[in-house]
C-alpha cells in the first residue's frame, strides 16, 4: 500500500508496508501516485504536460527507479505481515506492565474524567501495602523470563496515598536483584501535592514522570477544578516548571487534555513549549458524545489543521535551535517496535493490566469499574481467561475498517477501550479517532523528512 500526500512544501510517498518514505519532486510524486491507476503511455502524457521542464528521458528514468524500488522492496510492497496474526494468536504471552491504582480518590474534579472523582464509579479507597505487594509479586510470577518490568502509579490521584507508593517501590527494589528483574516506575499526578520530597523521590526512583496540564489557563481552568470549582494552573505550574528542570527536561511528560472547548488546541501545546517544557503530549478527550465537550465529527477539519499547525512550528523551532517533542510526534523511521509489537499494539489485557486498590484485575485503567472486564484478582489469578484471549486475538488484522489504512502498522489498530466506548466491541474502530491518527502519521512523517533536509 502507498500513500501519497503533500505536507509543508514536501511531496511525501510512504510504502506502508515496507515503512519506507520517500520525498520526491512534484513530477516522481504524480507519476508514483498514478502508477497503479493508469497506463504508462498515459501518466507520461500528463507528466509532461503538466511540466514542460520534464523530458521524455526524464519520465522514463522516474519510471526506473520506481521498478528499482519495488525490486528491493521498498514501494508497492507487499504485506507480508497478516500471517503473523496466526502467530500472535499462538505465542505465549507474558505479563510485563500493571497500572496500580494506587487510589481511587482525587484532590480534583477534573470535568471530562472517565473516573469520575478518582473512585471509578465505586468507593473511595487507597490500595494498602498487602495489595500493593501481591500485585508486585503477580507481576514477577507472570513476566516469564522478561527482565525489565513496569508499573504506573495511577489513580485518581497517586500521591493521596504516597506512603504507601514509597513503600511499595522499596520492596520492588529489594527483590529486583534476586528476581533478576529491573523494574521501571512511573509516576502520574495532577500536581496538587507535589513537593520537594517528591519531586526528590521520583527523580531518584521513577523512569517517567506524568504531569497533568491542559495548557493556557483559562483552557486548564475551565475543565481542571478543585471540589469547590476552582481551576489549578496557578498552584501546579511553578512546581511542573521546577520538575522538568530538575530533571533536565528529560523522562517526563506533560500531559494534556483538549475538548470542544479548545479546538484551537496547538495554542495550548506552544504555550507549554513557551513556558520551557521540552516534553509534551495532548490527547482528544475521550467523552459520552452527548457531552458538551465532547469533540465531534463536524470538529475534524479544525482539529487536523491544528495539528498542521503544530507540526510546521515544530520545525521551525527546530531549526532555531528552540525545538520540543510532542508524543505524537514521535516516530522511528529506521528502528521502533518490533512488528509483532505494531500488530497487536499496546498489550491490553494480556501483557499488561490495571490493578484497583482491593486487587482485582483489569484490561486497562479504562475498563475498571465494567464488570464485564473483570479478568480476576492478583491473589487467586486470571480467572476469565476467554477474555484475555479475546483481546490477545485484537489486532490491527482483526479490525475489519484498519485493512486499506495506511497507517495501520502505526497504531496497531488504535485504543480498544476507544473503541469499546464508541461502537461496544473492542475490534470496533472510533472514526473520529482514526482521522486523527493519520493526520498525526502524517505530519510525524513530514518533520522526519524536514529534519532530514535540514540536516543533510
Not at 494506587?102 to 469520575?116: E, M, P, R, S, T
Amino acid at each position: 500500500m502507498v500513500h501519497c500526500y503533500k505536507n509543508n512544501g514536501y511531496n511525501i510517498v510512504l510504502d506502508s508496508n515496507s515503512g519506507s518514505v520517500h520525498a520526491v519532486d512534484a513530477a516522481a510524486f504524480d507519476v508514483i501516485k498514478n502508477y497503479e491507476k493508469k497506463s504508462r503511455e498515459e501518466i507520461k502524457s500528463e507528466v509532461l504536460s503538466a511540466y514542460p521542464e520534464v523530458t521524455e528521458s526524464d519520465v522514463e528514468e522516474i519510471f526506473e527507479d520506481i521498478e528499482a524500488l519495488k525490486a528491493e522492496g521498498k514501494l508497492f510492497s507487499e504485506d507480508s505481515f497478516r500471517e503473523l496474526e496466526l502467530d500472535i494468536q499462538a505465542r505465549p504471552t507474558v505479563l510485563k506492565a500493571l497500572c496500580l491504582h494506587i487510589a481511587h480518590d482525587c484532590n480534583l474534579c477534573c470535568k471530562y474524567c472517565f473516573a469520575g472523582e478518582g473512585e471509578y464509579k465505586g468507593d473511595r479507597s487507597l490500595m494498602s501495602f498487602e495489595v500493593g505487594k501481591r500485585a508486585l509479586d503477580f507481576l514477577i510470577e507472570n513476566s516469564g523470563t522478561r527482565k525489565n518490568l513496569e508499573v504506573d502509579f495511577f489513580g485518581g490521584e497517586p500521591l493521596m496515598n504516597f506512603e504507601v507508593v514509597k513503600q511499595l517501590v522499596a520492596y520492588a527494589r529489594s527483590i529486583e536483584k534476586e528476581k533478576n528483574k529491573n523494574f521501571r516506575f512511573t509516576l502520574t499526578t495532577n500536581g496538587v501535592l507535589l513537593d520537594d520530597e517528591v519531586m526528590e523521590w521520583a527523580n531518584r526512583e521513577c523512569y517517567n514522570v506524568v504531569l497533568s496540564l491542559d495548557g493556557r489557563k483559562e483552557t486548564n481552568d475551565r475543565m481542571r477544578v478543585s471540589k469547590n470549582n476552582k481551576g489549578c494552573y496557578d498552584l501546579i505550574l511553578p512546581k511542573f516548571q521546577k520538575m522538568a528542570e530538575s530533571r533536565k527536561q528529560q523522562g517526563y511528560y506533560i500531559r494534556g487534555t483538549y475538548t470542544r472547548y479548545n479546538t484551537d488546541f496547538s495554542n495550548d501545546i506552544l504555550h507549554l513549549a513557551d513556558l520551557g517544557f521540552e516534553q509534551l503530549a495532548m490527547e482528544p478527550v475521550v467523552a459520552d458524545p452527548k457531552m458538551d465537550y465532547a469533540l465531534r465529527e463536524e470538529d475534524l477539519p479544525v482539529l487536523k489543521e491544528q495539528y498542521d499547525i503544530l507540526a510546521k512550528e515544530m520545525c521551525k523551532r527546530s531549526r532555531e535551535g528552540r525545538g520540543f517533542t510532542f508524543f505524537h510526534y514521535m516516530i522511528d523511521l529506521e528502528g521502533g517496535p518490533c512488528i509483532y509489537k505494531r500488530i497487536s499494539g499496546c498489550g491490553v489485557g494480556t501483557d499488561y493490566m490495571a490493578v484497583t486498590p482491593w486487587g482485582d484485575l483489569y484490561p486497562c485503567h479504562q475498563f475498571v469499574g465494567d464488570d464485564k472486564f473483570l479478568l480476576g484478582n492478583v491473589f487467586d489469578g486470571v480467572k476469565n481467561t476467554e477474555l484475555v484471549r479475546e483481546f490477545k486475538l485484537c489486532n490491527v488484522y482483526s479490525r475489519k475498517a484498519c485493512q486499506d489504512c495506511f497507517a495501520k502498522l502505526y497504531c496497531s489498530g488504535g485504543c480498544s477501550a476507544n473503541a469499546y466506548h464508541r461502537t461496544g466491541a473492542i475490534t470496533g474502530t472510533c472514526e473520529l479517532s482514526c482521522e486523527l491518527h493519520r493526520r498525526r502519521v502524517e505530519n510525524a512523517i513530514m518533520i522526519k523528512v524536514d529534519e532530514m533536509f535540514r540536516n543533510s
